[in-house]
């Protein structure tokens, strides 16, 4: 069968070269990373300019259109001769010019693709010329998917553009002001994360989404602490600390009790406190003991459009009771999914893992008529039997026991009021 | 200078490759990063959703770009099609395929020798418009697949230019080919919605072509001489033209009546369906109408050897533009009164006019593939006459 190329019994995953090698990528935008247009744009009072060849421009300009961003988003189509000859160098600056006249934004990100990457284009003294004139932040980015798979991803890129901007503000160290790195949609001010935080002292906590001035985003240089709850904000941490001197945590967003458990020991070891966390627990323990009826003995699968690691969530499922069939996975697996990895070689060995952007994926979905519960929209692709839990960024940002709570919730939310997988992705955009 | 804010940049060559091959089953090989393939299944092509791999994205990474690692990506290519057994492969450029000039045509040749189907090289680079990938296509398919007619068929038809980027959703295509079977003629095959290739085979079979799309233009003209086969251009929209058309099919011209009131209506998209709009407009509800092309159509007019009738008839003040800004100011000059167009044009009008929602896959890509909207035959008439009733 040629599904056996696209797959790996997970007790046989040993290494990184042991996952699954697709010849062809088939999908995938769906995968690991954010959009780098979307994510450049949580930086508040930002307006964004890509620029080169048609074609590239269309993805971007989806999504915003998607998400409804476009107001913010300005694209400047350019010929290819050109971009090799260096010829539109003037036209991208008088289309920066052109736009901070219209917009009078604080901060232009100028996104450029992978023909300037291959090409090295140089647009330092385009930029540095735009900023005198017009006193305006000039951020360059570049959406190169060339880069996906390497280190840094292009969307850590895009995430890390902001250490571009914060690197000059630090003027002082706030010992009450903290950043959580890593949200797409923000945290609440009522979540449990902050009301910890301010138990351990915090007053003053920054995401890059809740940021509404400038002002607010310069703050975020003076925090004496950096909480990442996504893989995808730790390359800007690791900056920060090298660099700037602030130090961080990496407690990812988990649907596991034990590492919800694991995740607030380490803060509580950073801040030096014991975190009130008895209420939270119980009431976690509680819904897990009513709810996770819903999932004992059924087939599930995880995909890996969920916002956090698919690896987590399947075991965290196995743990609360699921027979996990398959994971649908994108290489390279970080590093801290290795140990999800090993805990599910032990208690679930014959899952599969996929590739998911295999191109034998779809050759015969029969393979999963069984699944009865797929999580994550990507997941829901293939399982065309299955009712499908996204799960996803776009949905909400959660952490801790909350997180917990509120899988379950869409799990009875889901069982009780199925929507199909088709509407997820063509009707509520969950898949781009 | 040419900002895109409102609307999106026009899919490039190789999605209009891409529309063209997607219902034939091969594959599709998009010679770049992974992002190339995704944003087409994504974005532009629902026919993807729960299919087999039709367009698949070579995949490549820096270094493959920097070191140059074609042959890995050969043998990659063919054992995905030989596993797969498509009936036939086609590699497609990208800007990066572009900027660091790989040799596709050598590449594809190489493929061929691996596997046992035919392998099209199309040679794209993603800042020409999908027009000229689509064209570039169609040309391939017919030089690789298309065979001496055994027999002809003297009532038999092409239907040319039909690109999901053009016409949407495949049923809205239902109405024309009733219409054509009404009219006692047989669809050998439509160029390229809905026919396999061995249909495409057989399209020198037919006696008469119809093209439907600007797309189809060039495939007609290669029909002609090489097979002889006449064309017609034009889609018919209301039920006066679904006559004229009949007529045409029976070879004789016609000329449709129009009544013109002083109202002023704008048609924003692809040419083809664009004039055959506003030759319903202007037949059948008297409003004078402006086509605003976002292809080139000079060629739709031209003297073109094996045209033997049009629906189509131009006017001075039709204008071919993909500009956001140039478009914005033709259709906010004081006399226009209604639009007919992609929704997402509507962003672009200053106060108010009315708008008659027509979805153009190629400017929203998926986003109203199953909105409830008709243009071709009688139900298209009675789609525009119900809009028009809300406006009036």
């Known amino acids: 069968m040629l599904i056996e190329k696209a797959r790996i019994k997970i007790g046989d995953l040993k290494e990184k070269k042991d996952f699954p090698f697709a010849p062809l990528e088939a999908i995938g935008p769906n995968l690991s990373g954010w959009g780098v247009v979307e994510t450049s744009l949580l930086l508040p009072q930002s307006v964004c300019l890509m620029v080169g060849p048609l074609a590239c421009l269309r993805h971007s300009a989806f999504m915003a259109h998607a998400r409804k961003f476009y107001d913010r988003f300005y694209m400047l189509p350019l010929e290819e001769v050109d971009i090799v000859m260096g010829k539109h160098i003037p036209k991208v600056k008088a289309a920066m010019a052109e736009i901070i006249k219209k917009e009078s934004p604080k901060i232009l990100l100028l996104s450029g693709t992978c023909c300037d990457h291959i090409l090295g284009t140089e647009y330092k003294e385009a930029i540095k010329e735009i900023k005198e004139e017009f006193g305006v932040e000039v951020i360059y980015l570049v959406m190169a998917p060339l880069t996906i798979g390497l280190k840094p991803s292009p969307f850590e890129m895009a995430y890390t553009a902001l250490y571009a901007y914060l690197k000059d503000k630090r003027t002082r160290e706030d010992k009450k002001a903290i950043n959580i790195l890593g949200t797409f949609l923000p945290l609440e001010e009522e979540s449990e994360l902050y009301s910890l935080l301010k138990q351990a002292g915090c007053e003053r906590i920054y995401q890059i989404p809740t940021c509404r001035e400038i002002e607010d985003l310069n703050e975020m240089a003076s925090a004496s602490l950096n909480i990442v709850v996504h893989p995808l904000g730790r390359i800007l941490a690791e900056k920060m600390k090298k660099e700037m001197g602030i130090n961080y945590v990496f407690v990812p967003t988990s649907y596991d009790f034990e590492e919800v458990e694991r995740n607030y020991k380490r803060m509580e070891e950073e801040f030096n406190v014991n975190f009130d966390l008895a209420s939270l627990k119980k009431q976690a323990k509680e819904k897990i003991e009513t709810a996770s009826e819903l999932i004992k003995d059924k087939k599930v699968t995880v995909g890996c459009s969920i916002n956090g690691s698919c690896f987590e969530l399947a075991m965290a499922l196995v743990r609360y009771g699921a027979k996990l069939k398959a994971i649908f996975a994108r290489g390279p697996i970080k590093s801290f999914e290795w140990e999800y990895i090993k805990w599910l070689q032990v208690h679930s060995p014959e899952t599969y893992v996929y590739n998911i952007s295999h191109p034998y994926l779809g050759e015969d979905l029969r393979v999963f008529d069984e699944i009865e519960i797929a999580f994550g929209v990507d997941a829901g692709i293939y399982c065309t039997q299955a009712v499908n839990i996204p799960l996803s960024r776009y949905q909400a940002q959660r952490y801790g026991y909350e997180n917990i709570i509120w899988l379950f919730e869409e799990i009875e939310k889901n069982l009780a009021n199925p929507v199909s997988n088709y509407d997820w992705i063509y009707k509520h955009n969950l898949l781009i | 200078m040419e900002l895109y ?61 920097i070191l140059g690692k074609d042959p890995a990506f050969v043998e990659r290519i063919a054992t995905v099609a030989n596993d797969l057994k498509r009936c036939f492969v086609a590699i497609v450029g990208t800007p990066v395929s572009s900027i660091i000039g790989v040799d596709l045509k050598g590449l594809a040749k190489a493929v061929e020798k691996r596997v046992g189907v035919p392998v099209l090289c199309i040679n794209t680079t993603g800042a020409e418009t999908y027009l000229e990938g689509a064209e570039r296509a169609f040309l391939a398919l017919a030089k690789t697949f298309m065979q001496p007619p055994t027999q002809k068929i003297q009532k038999g038809i092409n239907i040319l230019g039909a690109i999901h980027l053009d016409m949407g959703n495949p049923s809205h295509l239902k109405p024309l080919f009733s219409l054509i079977q009404e009219a006692g003629w047989e669809v050998v095959s439509c160029w390229s919605m809905g026919s396999r290739v061995e249909e495409i085979k057989r399209a020198a079979c037919a006696s008469l072509n119809l093209v439907i799309g600007r797309s189809g233009l060039k495939l007609a003209a290669f029909m002609y001489e090489n097979y002889g086969i006449p064309y017609i251009i034009g889609l018919p929209v209301g039920e006066k033209m679904g006559k004229e058309l009949v007529q045409l099919l029976a070879g004789k011209q016609t000329t449709l009546s129009k009544k013109e009131g002083k109202k002023k209506a704008v ?97 929203s890509a998926r986003f109203y593939w199953e909105m409830d909207y008709e243009y071709i035959g009688r139900v298209g008439g009675e789609y525009l006459k119900k809009q028009l009733e809300v406006v009036r």
């Open chain 2, 5 to 65: 804010h409102y609307l999106l940049p026009l899919p490039s060559g190789y999605f209009g490759v891409s529309s063209v091959l997607y219902d034939l089953g091969g594959l599709v090989v998009v010679y770049g990063p992974a992002g190339g393939a995704w944003h087409i299944n994504i974005e532009d092509e629902p026919r993807w959703y729960r299919n087999k791999a039709t367009v698949l994205g070579a995949g490549l990474l820096e270094m493959d770009v």
């Open chain 2, 267 to 363: 048609i924003i998209g692809e040419p083809v369906i664009g004039y055959s709009l506003k030759r319903c407009l202007q037949a059948e509800f008297g409003l004078k109408a402006q086509v605003i092309s976002i292809l080139p159509f000079d060629a739709l007019f031209a003297e073109n050897k094996g045209c033997i009738g049009s629906l189509l008839e131009r006017d001075e003040g039709d204008v071919y533009t993909t500009s956001e800004a140039e478009i914005a100011a033709l259709i906010n000059q004081p006399e226009i009164n209604l639009i007919v167009a992609d929704p997402c044009y509507e962003r672009l009008i200053k106060g108010h006019k009315h708008f008659i929602p027509l979805p153009h896959t190629a400017m």
